[in-house]
């Protein structure tokens, strides 16, 4: 496997102690690891790091993660600083500038901060920089809420158009079982989601410091493969090995092409802000003949949007179907529900003679 530019995302457990601060001993690990890559194979590496709530636990007297939102962007502000400073000290060992890029969902839904997050890691890379990748903590409600960088780490390597990503954690790959159980083994490939059916894939990692487990990891590597990213999930320990293309943990083949970066965050990242409720004909055209949203086809509007806000869009039984970028404000589409767009465009205007959600600006939930 010849990857040239590669993401790799790192969890909690794998930086910290149990009882929360940054393991310098591990953190030097894993830098040794990246360093080497770049230097050794010629590498581009983005690291996705979590670790900024956990570090930030012991320096505040936290003897375990807090549940309020206050206390978890207390420690994500203190910790944060102290994770930055630990990368830079360590990469300095080896002569690599590190850059801290913090993100939140509005960076990989908003196209504007879309761009400008691509063209912040891009010129980074060029000038010889490595990456360091964390969720805005200590302002951005939902990341904390969703509370792993796993989903994060396939939307960047999508982002940064990587060759591979890597998923590292305290386990070293998918399992048929539970691992700490005898008779298990561990799936070496998942070639399509199918493999992985009749897997129950477990929740949490030991270490209690992160809530992230399998299937957030699982779910982030169906995200880049679907997306035509291959994906190692495997344990730190193996992250050279990870790295350099030898057989370690599982590995899922890319399952289908880039796509625009557009539907990935659309479909992975954007958070609708209302829905709209389509009839049986209109969900039938949407989903089975991919073409756009008609005011013809919408029953009810929910929510309280602006025009290029996304949206959800329902069948009857009110089952998502779809997500799209709508063309109207929820006020105005009331007025259009039911109707043709020649009637629209004739009494309200030629700007009413256009599609509710364009089909270039929608994606299947399910397809």
């Known amino acids: 496997m ?51 709530i956990a570090a930030g636990l012991a320096p505040l007297g936290l003897g375990r993660r807090p549940t309020d939102l206050a206390r978890q962007q207390a420690a994500a502000s203190v910790g944060q600083g102290l994770l930055v400073a630990r990368y830079t000290a360590s990469f300095a060992r080896y002569g690599v500038r590190v850059g801290q890029v913090l993100l939140t969902s509005d960076d990989m839904s908003r196209r504007a901060h879309h761009r400008n997050a691509s063209r912040t890691l891009d010129k980074l890379l060029s000038m010889g920089a490595l990456p360091v990748v964390n969720e805005n903590d200590t302002v951005a409600t939902d990341e904390i809420r969703f509370g792993d960088n796993d989903r994060l780490a396939a939307l960047v390597a999508h982002l940064v158009r990587a060759d591979l990503l890597v998923l590292l954690s305290d386990v070293d790959g998918v399992y048929d079982g539970d691992p700490s159980r005898p008779g298990t083994s561990r799936i070496a490939e998942v070639r399509t989601p ?20 399998m299937v957030t990891k699982v779910e982030a590597a169906r995200i880049a493969a679907a997306a035509g990213i291959p994906v190692v999930l495997t344990s730190s320990v193996h992250a050279a090995d990870a790295l350099a293309g030898r057989d370690t943990g599982t590995y899922f083949h890319a399952t289908g092409r880039r796509s625009g970066d557009r539907l990935l965050w659309l479909q992975h990242a954007s958070t609708p802000q209302g829905a709209l409720v389509l009839d049986d004909g209109a969900v039938r055209a949407v989903v089975e003949r991919r073409t756009s949203l008609l005011p013809a086809g919408i029953a009810a509007v929910e929510g309280d949007f602006a025009a290029g806000d996304p949206v959800e869009l329902r069948d009857s039984a009110g089952l ?48």
């Open 2 to 52: 010849d990857a040239r530019r590669i993401v790799v995302k790192v969890g909690s457990s794998s930086l910290t102690t149990a009882s929360g601060g940054l393991d310098a001993d591990r953190v030097d690990a894993l830098v040794d690891v990246l360093a080497k890559s770049r230097a050794g194979g010629g590498k581009e590496v983005v690291l996705v790091s979590s670790g900024a």
């Open 194 to 213: 199918a493999d992985l059916a009749h897997v129950d894939i477990g929740s949490a990692g030991k270490a209690g410091v992160g809530t992230g487990g």
């Open 320 to 367: 998502p179907v779809a997500r799209g970028l709508v063309n109207f404000d929820a006020r105005e589409i009331p007025q259009l529900i039911g109707r043709s767009t020649h009637e629209l465009a004739r009494e309200l205007g030629p700007a009413y003679e256009r599609e509710v959600v364009h089909r270039d600006d929608l994606v299947l939930l399910n397809p």
